[in-house]
């Protein structure tokens, strides 16, 4: 069974940039075979899918609202994801998860809550 730890959060101004962070481990899980995503929860809303990317970091594809501020890489020698967030609004607000799956579904971990505010 995975599990991940989605790290990096906290509280920022907008406008700013910040890295989150993603571990990735488990019994019998491979990491570098397995494509993954970032998904978030805004407060008061439904879950939402951002981001994926391939086993081997070739190919990602993003929502349309973060394209070009939002990066997904990995590095599969460490077993970590991460999502480098630039030029953040206040409707990036949210709690970010990396379940190991293309798309939405998946295992959560316990998440990472990034506030964007004046």
């Known amino acids: 069974q995975v599990q991940l730890v989605e790290s990096g959060g906290g509280s920022v101004q907008p406008g700013g940039s910040v890295r989150l962070s993603c571990s990735a481990s488990g019994w019998g899980f491979d990491f570098s075979s397995n494509a993954m995503s970032w998904l978030r929860q805004a407060p008061g809303k439904g879950l939402e899918w951002i981001a994926s990317l391939t086993d081997d970091g070739s190919y990602s594809k993003y929502i349309r609202f973060v394209e070009g501020r939002f990066t997904m890489t990995r590095d599969n020698a460490k077993n970590m994801l991460y999502l480098q967030m630039n030029n953040r609004g206040v409707d990036d607000t949210a709690t970010y998860y990396c379940?190991?799956?293309w798309g939405k579904g998946g295992t959560r971990g316990p998440g990472t809550r990034v506030t964007v505010s004046e």
């Open positions: 379940p190991e799956v």
